[in-house]
Each structure stands twice: as C-alpha cells, then as structure tokens.
C-alpha cells in the first residue's frame, strides 16, 4: 500500500508542477474506512502559501448529479414514488402532451432519452426559474428515445424538476434532508456558499465580469442562472464528506447510517443497462475508462477537475479533487492523470 501511495502522490506532484491544477486533494478506501489519503499544490496560486487541505471545499460540478439528483431519484424510487420505465406524461401533468411525456426517467438517467445536448438555458428561454422549467419540459426532442447513448446536462435538470415534482420539496432541501444529513455530509450543500466556507473552496475559472476567479460560486452557468440550486451542478463538498458517501454504498446494509437510497437502488445503478450501445451506461455512473467488467469500476466526474471512483466488486472507493479549471478547460492532461490515479487506487 506504501508503494501506491508514494506513486500517487509523485503522480498528482507532477500535476502541480505541469499546471494542470493548483492543487489536489485524493483518498481511497473500503467499506470499512480511509486507508490512503493526501493533498499536494496550493489552494489558490495567487496566494502561494496557502497549501491545499484535506478540508478544502471543492466546487463538485456535475458530481452534483450523483450527490443529489442520483440520491434522490434512488430514494424516490425506493419508496415506491416512482417507476423507472413508466412514461413521464403518464403521471407528471407538466409533461403530458409535450415530446417529453414519451420519455422515460431510466433513459434519462441512461442518457439516452435524447433530449438536447446542450442547456443553453438562457439563450433559449431566458432568465425567469419558470420560464426555464417550462422551456425544458416542453422542448422538442433531439432524437428517437433509445436510439443512443449521448451525455446531456438537461438528463439530470429534468430529472431534479421530476424529483421536486415527486417530493414536494425543492431539491437542495430533498438531497439534504435524504442523502446529505443522514450520511453525516455536514459540508456538502448547494452554493452560493456563505463567507466562511468560500474562505476554505478552491478557486475555479476566472470570471470575465469580476476579474478574479469564482469561489464559492458556481462555475456552471446553468446553476448561476436557476439560483445555485438545479440538478446539473451547484454543490459544494469536501472529501471526507465523498468518502462517506461512497463508502455506504459499499456497504449499505452494514452501515451505522441510513439514506434514502439502499442497496437494490446502487446495484441496479452499477450495471450496464444500454445494451449494445456505446458508450456503456449504467444509472448515471458509468464504466471506469480503461477498466472489464470483473473489475466492476465505475466513475463519475465532474467539469471543474473532480472525480469519484467505486466498486462493490473489490470492495474499493477513490475520490481525486482538483480545480484544473482555474488553470484550462483542455480535459486531456487531467484525463490521463485520473486514469493512473484510479489504476492506482484500485491496485
């Protein structure tokens, strides 16, 4: 284990010094516990005293589709609120009659639903909370609903709306009170963030406007624009928060705690559910890049430089944190640096 660790920590040293992100913070584990973790670089370059923490808060991007649309679909699920392969505009009014209503919350969650690739929310329908709902519920169809596997944003909007519309309560408030409060994830919670926990967030893009770069803000424009609250991306979350989370799904029925969601919701989500088509998807997580099946490693990642890793089969979770972002948007140095960080981890 010595041995990893000191080639996981040459590898994310190297990262720093490359500039492929300030700094990084990484753990990895069992059902049971922590069994390697550390940071490396600097929390905000232009303050180059300041080192990266394990308590540094991270701006977790689309790892909010996991934290809280995946979560709380599982919950709903799980209780019975909701079948996954029942037509939308057989039971939600809002979508019934529209393109949508012919859709299913699994193709959704599969990505292949083929709603629009892109949210381009604001150009569309403007900046009223309610436009923008009722202008992605109602919009036309991209493609033929199973006709192919394409990663959409608006997968895990819709589905945040669908959760709201199911719970009665507004997402933030549903992921908390399901997933968040339950599985000890005090840090973890939608932004803005209030001033003492944006003091400890690392630093993403360089915002145009301000000239200085976002922290504590959301560096997704679609969450900027729904409030900081939307199912794409908005939450905050430090690492030992992620290592809780991922070490109940490890374990769910062995745990001290419980979530809404449980061990039928997370083994159905880590299975391959698309068939022949590529690329492979289970519900929202997806086969670790460069990874068979007898591995059973499954991932996530997140667009400002975050990433989760698990797999039920070798009893083994990694998280790697970075805010690439603040350096580049070019997703190839940091992609590379994952894949070794994740062979690593699970060795």
């Known amino acids: 284990m010595t041995y990893d660790r000191d080639r996981i920590e040459a590898l994310l040293d190297e990262g720093v010094r490359d500039k492929v992100y300030p700094g990084a913070v990484w753990a990895f584990g069992d059902a049971t516990g922590t069994l390697a973790q550390g940071t490396t670089g600097v929390l905000d370059p232009d303050e180059p005293d300041v080192p990266m923490r394990i308590d540094t808060v991270f701006d977790a991007a689309s ?74 519920l109602q919009e036309q169809l991209h493609r033929t609903p199973g006709e192919a596997v394409e990663y959409t ?60 770069h976002l922290k504590g803000v959301a560096h997704d424009f679609s969450a900027r624009l729904l409030d900081g609250v939307c199912g794409i991306a908005g939450v905050f979350t430090v ?51 460069g990874t068979t099946a007898d591995e059973d490693a499954w991932v996530h990642y997140g667009f400002t430089g975050t990433g989760m890793w698990i797999s039920p089969a070798q009893d083994r979770w990694a998280v790697l944190l970075t805010n690439k972002l603040y350096y580049t948007r070019d997703r190839a140095p940091l992609t590379d640096i994952r894949n070794t960080f994740r062979g690593l981890a699970f060795a």
């Open 63 to 136: 790892l909010t589709k996991i934290l809280a649309v995946w979560s709380s679909i599982g919950a709903l699920w799980e209780d019975g609120t909701l079948v996954l392969d029942q037509p939308l505009g057989t039971f939600w009014q809002e979508v019934t009659g529209h393109p949508l209503g012919a859709v299913t919350a699994q193709q959704l969650l599969t990505h292949t639903a083929g709603v629009p690739l892109r949210a381009q929310l604001k150009n569309l329908y403007g900046t009223d909370p309610y436009e923008i709902r009722r202008g992605v």
């Open 153 to 212: 944003d608006r997968a895990a909007l819709i589905l945040g709306y669908l959760a709201e519309h199911l719970s009665g309560q507004p997402l933030d408030q549903l992921a908390t009170t399901r997933t968040w409060l339950p599985l000890g994830m005090a840090s973890t919670r939608f932004g803005a963030l209030p001033a003492n926990l944006a003091a400890r967030c690392a630093p993403t893009e360089l915002d145009q406007d301000t000239d200085t």
């Open 239 to 289: 690492l030992d928060d992620l290592a809780a989370f991922l070490r109940y799904m490890l374990a769910p029925a062995a745990s001290r705690f419980r979530a809404g969601f449980g061990s039928e919701w997370i083994g159905s989500s880590l299975t391959i559910l698309t068939g022949q088509l590529q690329p492979a998807r289970g519900l929202f997580w997806h086969p670790a890049p």
